[in-house]
Each structure stands twice: as structure tokens, then as C-alpha cells.
């Protein structure tokens, strides 16, 4: 049972991962980038790559999701700030562009087989808690997703850089007015977003096998968790992704013919009771 | 309107004229491009009408293709089984649309997209009805189910063209109609802007919710046209990639004309079937049109000829 539980908490770290991204860049751009589950992809493959570079798993870790946040750093420049102007549609399109052609190109450099590389020792052993047996990575997973939130807390509530931010997100025009260059901001928090899917990838890379089509499940679930918690809210994205990790790891153990029916029935329901989600703000 | 009934006139003869032309497998591929064509249209409704970018249309398509192909398994004759079919497709719509409905833009993608992968989660489950995995096979092309020398049989898939075909052409009428009808101008006011068109006394909600399901059913009966032709029915009908094809169709024909979708239908399938020749990698390329299309033709093939032809008139 405590395993179950452990399990599911450690997949809802990916998924907090890739919807803390999604859910920032939303917030601050009011752009849903399709392709952050394509990102995630990256993360993993990228850190895949360091790592047979490097032999080291700490340097995979650090490498792959810093070449994200360069791909982030491209996708933004280079295409995203063309369609701002544009109705919400073609954005949307856009980054949907960019989730067929990551997809098909890791296809091309990587081919299709399952890649699945090992645990690092130092984290590979379990751990003994009262009857139960953890694996120790899955502790690891838990701690660095517990991190990533409170260093994201501290770094929007506590930083200047964060008040900007959060200004941002708040009144683009009024921010704008004061004196904060948007246009560079959004290319930050695009990188930052495209960053944190990038590390939920490398974690995940020892064990979940690794494939291009890993993107378009988790995005799937991450837009479930978003709904579910309320787009644009980090604390809802976190909620909602421990919700649906628990769900997934307990169904799959009592109900396994709706394990995957479970999450998308939850997130019905929030939307008949608070259709803006649990920590949303009311649409317009 | 003379000059669009006889493209209308036009588009009727020249698909109801190819199985006389063509061989087996350009009419296989006229056919899919059809079914395409009806599919987009059907997205239309919400994208290029209503302002409303759906990515679930899978679900709906599954849902007529499934629904089909049980009934023609049980032995209903085929007329009917393909409009209980796309009547089962609406009924899907119905209900999700409910939920769908209740939220507009990046929202509403959202939710079709998520509502469209639950329907492949219970199709890929549900293995004593849908088969699971292996989808339903040995679909029957039976007697078509009308009284007297009218039941004929749509066995020689010749046949099943001709009639697969006036089905979609009826639908096209039909969906032409809509668009020009109080239905159609509502939803490009609430296009243009939804609060004004709510203050002008549109129910805007309801309105929606009726194109929902509109579109719905007209997916459904695409999907519920595919049973027969391919005797086969799998899931892939209802994961995202099939609901990213009318998405595609249409950005590359156009959202803003009627006649776009149909083109890019065209268009979309006629690329695939080439560039499938040189390389497994199409989604690559269609990323790379995809993205062409938003950055540059953001109106489409259509709207880019009509640049052409009238450089400063604005739609």
C-alpha cells in the first residue's frame, strides 16, 4: 500500500514537473504550449545523450534540461513571438507544429526502439520504512519535486525578478506601462517553463523507458492536471498532479480496467462543481 | 450564388464521376480524402465559424465508426447502420458537450483534446465490445436496407463509392446551408465577440453547444462511412493524431471559406500519399507546413488565391 502510494507520488513529480511549466508559461504568456510534452521528450533524450557522454548521471541531469531551456530559448525567439498578436487559435497551432516535428525528429535521430538507460548506484538501493521497502530513487524524485516547488515559491513571492513576474501575469499593460520589457521577460519564462519539463525528463530517463512518444501522454495528463487544478496556478498544478499520481498508482491496484478512465472521471467532476478549476481564478 | 451552386454542380460531378475514371486505388484514396473532407468541415463548424479550436473530433469519428460497425456485425442493413451510427456520434457530442461547451478558447481545446483521449482510454479497454487492441474486423458490406429494387447490394467497393460519396455530398449541402442559415451568422458574431453577440440576444452558450453536437454528428457519419470501406475498425480512429487531421485540413485549405477545408482535405491526403514515398518521417513535414501555414498563410490556400486575385480586399 505504502509502496503504491510512493510510486504514484514519484509519477505525480514528473507531471508536477511538466505542469508547473505549462502552467507558468500560461499564466505570465497566456500561451498553452502544446508542445511541453515534447520538451519533457527532450529532457529525457538529452540526458540520455549526456549521459553516455559523460558516464555521469549528475551531469545528465544538469546537461539535458539546460539544452531544453536552449531549444525553449529557440521555440520562443525564434517562432512563438511572430503569433502574439494572433488569435489564441494559431498559437495553439504553432506549438502543436512543434509537437509533430520534435516527435518525428527524435524519431529521426534516435530511432523508435525503447531506450531505457540505468539507475545511478548511489540511488538505486531501497530504502526500509516501517514494513515497507522504497526504492531509494523514487525518495530522491519526491525530494527534488518537493524542491522545485519551494524554490519556485521563493523565487516568484520572495525575488524581484519574481514581483516582475507576477506583475506580468497579473496586468500585462499596467506592467508594460511601469516599465517591464515583456518582450524579454516572456522569453525567460519560456525558457524557465521549457526547463523545468526538460528536468522532470532526465529524472525520469532511469526509470521509465525512454520513447518518443512519452511527450504526447504526459501533455495529455498535465492538461488534465492544469484543468483539474486551475490554469495558471502553480499551487492547483501541484494538487492536481499528486491527485492523479495517487489515482493512477491506487486504481491501477483496485480498479486496473478504469485505471486510465480515472483521471479524465475527476476532472469531470471538478468541472460540473468549480468548472475554473480547484485553485483557478473565474474565467474572464 | 449562381457561381457557387455550379461549383457546387462541378464538385458533385467530378466525384461522383470517379469510379468511371480512376482505378481501385485512386478511388480508395478519393474516398478517404471524402471522408476527410466531411471530418474538416465538421471542425470547421466550431474552428473557422465559432472561433472554437476543437482537438477532439477522434472521439466523435470513433464514435460513428464504432457504433457502425457493431450494428452492420449484428446484421442492421447498411443505410441504417450508418445513420444510427452518426446519430450515435451526436449523442456522444451531446453529453460531452455539455461539459466542453461551458468553456471557450485554450479551455475548450483542452477539453476536447482530453474528453477525445478518454474515448480512446474506454475504446482501448473495453475489449469485449470495441475489441481493444485489435479493433473489429470482418465488418460486412451489406445490403444498403431500402424497400424493394431499391436494396441493392454495396458489396463491389465500386458501389460503395458511389454511395459513400452522394452521402457526403448531401452532408456538404447540408453544412453549406448552416453556414449561410441564422445558425452560421450567430456563430460568427460570437466569433467576432462573444459578449456583444450575447447582448444582441444570442444565446451563446446554447448556440454553441447545438454546433457541438452539429458537428458531432456530421463526424460521426465521416467515421461511420469508414466502417464499410475499411471493414476494419481500430482505435487509432480515435486517438489525437486522427483528431489533428481535420486541424491540418483545414489550416492548409483555409478556416475562413467553405470550400477550404474540402480543398485542404485534398491537398492534405494528395501530399501524405507523396510524401509517404520518400520518407516515414510525414509528420516531420507536416510540422514544418503546419507552422508555414501560422506563420504565413494564416488564411490558408484559399485565402492566399484570393490575396492573389484581390490584393486589398479584407474579409
Partial sequence: ?284 | MRARLAAGAVLAVVVLLVPAIAGPFLRYLALNMLLLALLALSFNLLFGMTGLLSFGQGAFYAGGAYSAALLLRAGVPLLWSILLGALAAAALAAVLGAFCVRHTRIYFSMLTLAFGMLVYAVVWKWTAVTGGDDGLIGIPRARIGLPGPLDFSLDSPARYYLFAAVLVLLSMAVLHRLSASPLGLALRAIRENAERAEFSGVPVRRTIYIAFVTAGLFAGLSGALLAPLEQTVSPSTAHWTKSAEPVMATLIGGPLSFLGPILGAVVYLGLKEIIVRFTEYWLLVFGLVLLAMVLVFRRGLVGAASRLRMPRRRT
Fill in chain 1, 1 to 284: 500500500m505504502l509502496f503504491q502510494g510512493l510510486v504514484g507520488l514519484s509519477e505525480a513529480m514528473y507531471l508536477w514537473l511538466v505542469a508547473a511549466g505549462l502552467s507558468l508559461i500560461f499564466g505570465v504568456m497566456r500561451v498553452l504550449n502544446f508542445a511541453h510534452g515534447s520538451l519533457y521528450m527532450l529532457g529525457a533524450y538529452f540526458a540520455w545523450v549526456a549521459f553516455r557522454v559523460s558516464g555521469s548521471f549528475w551531469v545528465a541531469l544538469l546537461a539535458g534540461p539546460l539544452v531544453v531551456a536552449a531549444v525553449g530559448w529557440a521555440m520562443e525567439f525564434g517562432f512563438l513571438r511572430r503569433v502574439y498578436s494572433a488569435p489564441e487559435a494559431f498559437q495553439l497551432l504553432l506549438t502543436f507544429a512543434f509537437v509533430l516535428i520534435l516527435d518525428d525528429a527524435v524519431k529521426l535521430v534516435f530511432g523508435p526502439v525503447y531506450q531505457s538507460p540505468p539507475t545511478p548506484a548511489a540511488l538505486s538501493g531501497a530504502v526500509l520504512i516501517g514494513h515497507s521497502v522504497l526504492p531509494t530513487y523514487h525518495l530522491f524524485i519526491l525530494g527534488v519535486g518537493a524542491l522545485v516547488g519551494f524554490g519556485l515559491w521563493v523565487f516568484l513571492e520572495k525575488t524581484s525578478f519574481g514581483l516582475v513576474i507576477r506583475a506580468t501575469a497579473a496586468d500585462r499593460e499596467m506592467a508594460r506601462a511601469l516599465g517591464v520589457r515583456a518582450s524579454r521577460l516572456f522569453t525567460w519564462v519560456f525558457m524557465l517553463g521549457a526547463w523545468l519539463a526538460g528536468l522532470g525528463g532526465a529524472l525520469s530517463m532511469p526509470v521509465r523507458a525512454i520513447s518518443p512518444g512519452m511527450g504526447e501522454l504526459i501533455i495529455i495528463e498535465a492538461f488534465v492536471v492544469v484543468v483539474l487544478g486551475g490554469l495558471g496556478s502553480l499551487r492547483g498544478a501541484f494538487v492536481g498532479s499528486l491527485l492523479i499520481g495517487l489515482l493512477h498508482a491506487y486504481g491501477l491496484l483496485f480498479m486496473p480496467v478504469f485505471e486510465l478512465a480515472l483521471g479524465y472521471m475527476a476532472m469531470a467532476l471538478v468541472l460540473i462543481v468549480r468548472p475554473w478549476g480547484l485553485f483557478g481564478i473565474r474565467e474572464g
